[in-house]
């Protein structure tokens, strides 16, 4: 049985909720599920824009037989070629075969590589400032490279002041009923999702999100419709503000969070009495994460809003303790930037995971590194908590003057 939302006099949102999925990409925990979106304007001509995920197929082609009857789909515009949005363009062609597929050029090379079907016939290929007329609506495209695909543009519906954002303005999680991001409650139940999934799917490409955002500025925009998570008609600014800090990589809050990765357990108790004196030294708001147990997708999202971050791990065959070598990497590939880092290392023997660690982010930009490194022989003693004391003043103090 179909599911449709109506989103204005024309357009309807015909996607899919998932709550079946556990890995998104086969790698991001998704513990909500997951949404695919996909919108209908019905209008002289049809339009749908974008297509859904394979696992959800049925669904989604109900949806749409269900707004067309007896009509044909006119046009297939396809923002983003990742599979999760392009895997059913082959299912509409063989359903439609009239219907034409809007992308650019980049578009249509790599539709030739997923799918085997002659396009030549079909495409309708378009580049920056091109439009296209259905009737009422005149739809304008303009391109957003590595947003977070070569091949990736939105789309802007002149008319009704709609961005058909593709995977920007996106958010883990499947929706439950509500589409609209005023109409369940963003910030305390959505915010999290999105911001993990902005800083893991698009957040090495913060340059061109800020390219994108520059061009959107320059336009009226009454609702934004992502690939991924609810519609923005309400407040529309206070989510673009959100993805300026990610994509400028400022941080949302001037405070400190520590991540460990302990043996053991005495570098784990190193990062908890650390934690207990910066709270003594005024600073407020601090998070604490284990490397073993926090998926490296959550602490790279925490990373993107802490100014300040303390990275402890244990010396592990003369390398970095496992769990942590993972969220070093992926911090580093997620272009994090304009951050203070401190560290603090275990080893019985041999110490080797401070000058490790800040190796594998030195290589980032606008970051700055304190001083007062900490080592811990086996377990602290007297001499290594007063180190730890006076690595929590610097980091204390650090914070106070960047408030």
């Known amino acids: 049985m179909y599911s449709v939302k109506k989103i204005n006099a024309d357009a309807y949102w015909v996607g899919v909720n998932d709550r079946k999925i556990n890995l998104f990409e086969n790698v991001y925990p998704v513990k909500r599920g997951m949404s695919y979106n996909s919108y209908l304007v019905l209008d002289e001509k049809t339009v749908l824009l974008d297509t ?24 297939l515009i396809v923002n983003h070629m990742e599979p999760d949005h392009c895997a059913n363009i082959g299912a509409i062609a063989q359903k439609y075969p009239s219907v034409k597929i809007v992308g650019n050029a980049k578009t249509f090379t790599m539709m030739s590589q997923f799918f085997n079907f002659d396009i030549e016939d079909r495409k309708v290929v378009v580049k920056e400032g091109d439009t296209l007329c259905s009737g009422r609506h005149t739809f304008t495209f303009v391109m957003a490279p590595m947003v977070h695909w070569p091949e ?53 490409y913060g340059a061109q999100v800020q390219s994108l955002l520059k061009k959107a500025s320059a336009i ?29 990589y400022t941080p949302e809050k001037q405070s400190v ?15 908890e009495i650390l934690a207990g004196l910066l709270g ?4 407020k708001e601090i998070a604490v994460y284990n490397a073993s147990t926090t998926h490296f997708s959550e602490i790279v999202a925490e990373c993107f809003k802490y100014s300040h971050i303390v990275f402890a791990c244990a010396t592990y065959n003369m390398s970095l303790f496992p769990p942590m070598q993972i969220v070093l990497h992926e911090v580093a ?22 000058k490790l660690m800040q190796e594998s982010l030195e290589k980032l930009k606008n970051n ?32 106070k003057n960047n408030i």
């Open 52 to 75: 859904v995920d394979s696992s959800v197929s049925l669904q989604f082609l109900e949806n749409i037989e269900s707004l067309l009857g007896e009509r044909t789909l006119d046009y």
């Open 152 to 204: 990736a543009m939105v789309t802007y519906d002149t008319t009704d002041k709609i961005l058909y954002s593709a995977d920007a303005f996106g958010s883990f999680g499947a929706m439950s009923g509500n589409i609209f991001a005023d109409e369940c409650e963003f910030e305390s139940k959505w915010l999290d999702d999105a911001r993990r999934y902005y800083t893991n799917i698009v957040g090495k």
């Open 220 to 248: 009226e925009i009454s609702m934004i419709c992502p690939l991924h998570g609810p519609i923005w008609r309400e407040n529309i600014g206070f989510f673009v503000d959100k993805y300026d800090k990610w994509s400028s």
């Open 257 to 271: 969070m520590i991540v460990y990765g302990s043996v053991h357990g005495h570098t784990e108790n190193a990062a």
């Open 280 to 283: 003594e030294k005024g600073v």
């Open 333 to 354: 590939e997620h272009n994090l930037q304009n951050r203070t880092f401190a560290f603090v290392e275990n080893g019985t023997w041999a110490p080797v995971a401070a």
């Open 368 to 399: 700055k590194f304190i001083e007062n490194k900490v080592t811990v022989k086996s377990a602290l003693n007297e001499q290594s908590f007063s180190d730890l004391e006076k690595l929590a003043d610097a980091i204390a103090e650090d914070v």
